[in-house]
T-cell receptor
Framework: NAGVTQTPKFQVLKTGQSMTLQCAQD?????MYWYRQDPGMGLRLIYY???????DKGEVPNGYNVSRLNKREFSLRLESAAPSQTSVYFC????????????FGSGTQLSVL | EDQVTQSPEALRLQEGESSSLNCSYT??????LFWYRQDPGKGPEFLFT???AGEEKEKERLKATLTKKESFLHITAPKPEDSATYLC????????????FGTGTRLTIIP
């Protein structure tokens, strides 16, 4: 069972370049999330999708766009990368039930020069 | 504004030396408090969800407790494989999907 799969694991961009981070989950979860993790700041929510066909802004959405392609896949796009977007990006999906919990992918380390 | 403060930032323990990690929170209506473990270069891994003051949950050498202002993660007789960063997060009542995370406690267990 793969869980949440993110690609790529590492990426270096030049300022102004664009790229898309891919995320897929095989747990049939409705909700999916994109977080960024920066030293000393904790994980911060960029965008989320509560169900297929819906997306909403999180805490730090500026400079990003997302697409919920289907129930499994949720992508994050940087249209014009900036050095301030250098970070580690995590995709997550969520199960609700007896105990709510997030399942995270292994992360994408992005450097923007 | 919701706030989560974790202490200490870093903790070094001898193998077998029990201790506690603290998570202090400020939120207007708690829906849930979460503990995660994160190993270097990996995503956070779920440990516990606590919903109300007085609740306790255990898993192997870990025990999480919750009061109205803080949560503790107690580690009993830790082993080197318990070395990791432990993250706390809160979810506010009201339907918003946002979790507020603390910056974590980096735990090192020395053999």
């Amino acid at each position: 069972n793969a869980g949440v799969t993110q690609t790529p694991k590492f990426q270096v961009l030049k300022t102004g370049q664009s790229m898309t981070l891919q995320c897929a989950q095989d747990m049939n979860h409705n909700s999916m999330y994109w977080y960024r993790q920066d030293p000393g700041m904790g994980l911060r929510l960029i965008y989320y999708s509560a169900s297929e066909g819906t997306t909403d802004k999180g805490e730090v959405p500026n400079g990003y766009n997302v697409s919920r392609l289907n129930k499994r896949e949720f992508s994050l796009r940087l249209e014009s990368a900036a050095p301030s977007q250098t970070s580690v990006y995590f995709c997550a999906s969520r199960v609700r039930g007896v105990e709510e919990k997030l399942f995270f992918g292994s992360g994408t380390q992005l450097s923007v020069l | 504004e919701d706030q989560v403060t974790q202490s200490p930032e870093a903790l070094r323990l001898q193998e077998g030396e029990s201790s506690s990690l603290n998570c202090s929170y400020t939120v207007s209506g708690l829906r849930g408090l979460f503990w995660y473990r994160q190993d270097p270069g990996k995503g956070p891994e779920f440990l516990f969800t606590l919903y109300s003051a007085g609740e306790e949950k255990e898993k192997e050498r870990l025990k999480a407790t919750l009061t109205k202002k803080e949560s503790f993660l107690h580690i009993t007789a830790p082993k080197p494989e318990d070395s990791a960063t432990y993250l706390c997060a809160v979810h506010k009542r009201g339907g918003n999907e946002k979790l507020t995370f603390g910056t974590g406690t980096r735990l090192t267990i020395i053999p």
